[in-house]
């Protein structure tokens, strides 16, 4: 009878087990829509690079898609780069944003979902994660919608 209560008890570990992670370094000043490059992703899925610039262009930036060693001429560049995988369908399991001034890095965050079994929480919205990490990420600027935007800042630091 034991085993019976065991079962659901480890199915119930099983589906809960892994959090996604994510931490994100902002500047305490705003941060004032310009023009900015966008580096290329160089994942075969360009989803949270698409949202990326979605979400840059709806904040106020004029975007410039360039690819790498083409920011020469470029004051401000944003880094996107991601990892899909897949198990039952696809889904972004890590996430790298850099958001840099004159050569200096003003901005950072980082998500990664857990990879393993059948965690579903794993499978999340994609672009209305980049959405809060850019809301995060360029204080002062416009706001955008997303189901995970929270005023909590329960972020793990770097």
Known sequence: MRLTAAVPACLTLVLAAGCSTQSVHAPSRSIAPGEVCVLQDSSNRKVA????????KKKGFTVRKVGAGQTKNCPRVFSCQSISRWQFANYTSNIHLQYWENGKLVSEAKYSSP???INIAKFIS?????FQLLNEMLP????????YNSSSGNFLPF
């Open 140 to 147: 002062g600027t416009r706001r955008l919608p997303s189901k």
């Open 49 to 56: 690079y698409n949202s990326v610039v979605k979400g840059l």
């Open 126 to 130: 994609t672009e209305d994660k980049i």
């Open 115 to 117: 990879t393993n079994e």
